[in-house]
């Protein structure tokens, strides 16, 4: 099942253009403290409450929602949305499946997805904060899915993930670059998106690139611990 993994180690520690993006444990501390200090700011209608309603404001007058920019804006947030993403996902891992003879990126992936589903939801539907279209601002509201940004998250964990496979088998250059490119840029634009269209409050996307990071870290700890080196145990009783 695994024989390519171990074959290509070495190969693709020659042709690596890019890291892995495995977040350092500062940045996972950083991400956690933003996460928590945010979320406790909202509960208690603090600062950023108000920025959000100010910049809601905003956005909200702009009427890109109705503008003839609207198309192009809404595919913009689709860099954060879950079919394109998994569609790119699907090439990736079929390709690595076909000729690396390895299903480890896909266990990665369906890892990602499972523990981003669990934990997106869970914060959602314990904060039940309404999106900036809902007249008024509340939270523990049974109609509110807002916090954080799925699509944020999405984009961080899952383009981090792609960036990981492309660089540890040693795809192409460009192949690595690019996907450096949309793990950087992706959630940003996404976030940006969200934003202006008014579908998204700011503090929704900055908590979304936050869980992001942290279950990006978590996939990778779990990765190290349990799943290559099951990997390499099965590859190594198969040569045997």
Do not use: C
């Not at 690019?178 to 503090?203: E, K, R």
């Not at 990071?213 to 080196?229: E, F, K, T």
């Amino acid at each position: 099942m695994t024989s390519g993994v171990l074959r290509d180690a070495g190969r693709a520690e020659r042709v690596r253009a890019v890291s892995t993006g495995r977040p350092p444990w500062w940045l996972m501390v950083t991400a956690l403290l933003v996460a928590v200090l945010v979320t406790a700011d909202l509960f208690t209608r603090g600062r950023l409450e108000r920025m959000d309603l100010r910049v809601s404001e905003i956005v909200s007058d702009w009427g890109l929602d109705k503008s003839p920019t609207y198309p192009l804006v809404w595919a913009v947030t689709q860099v954060g949305g879950r079919v394109t993403i998994l569609a790119v996902l699907a090439v990736l891992v079929g390709y690595l499946a076909w000729r690396r003879r390895t299903w480890l990126p896909l266990i990665r992936v369906l890892l990602a997805l499972g523990l981003l589903t669990l934990a997106v939801y869970a914060i959602k539907d314990g904060s039940g904060r309404t999106a900036p279209g809902f007249p008024g601002s509340f939270f523990f509201h049974p109609d509110g899915a807002s916090f954080p940004s799925g699509h944020v998250a999405n984009a961080v964990l899952m383009w981090g993930v792609a960036r990981w496979q492309a660089v540890e088998y040693g795809l192409p250059v460009r192949v690595q670059r690019a996907f450096w490119w949309l793990s950087v840029a992706g959630p940003l634009a996404t976030g940006a998106a969200m934003v202006s269209l008014d579908y998204h409050w700011v503090t929704d996307a900055v908590v979304g690139a936050a869980v992001g990071i942290l279950l990006l870290g978590v996939v990778h700890a779990l990765d190290a611990l349990v799943l290559s080196r099951w990997v390499r145990a099965h590859a190594g009783r198969q040569s045997t």
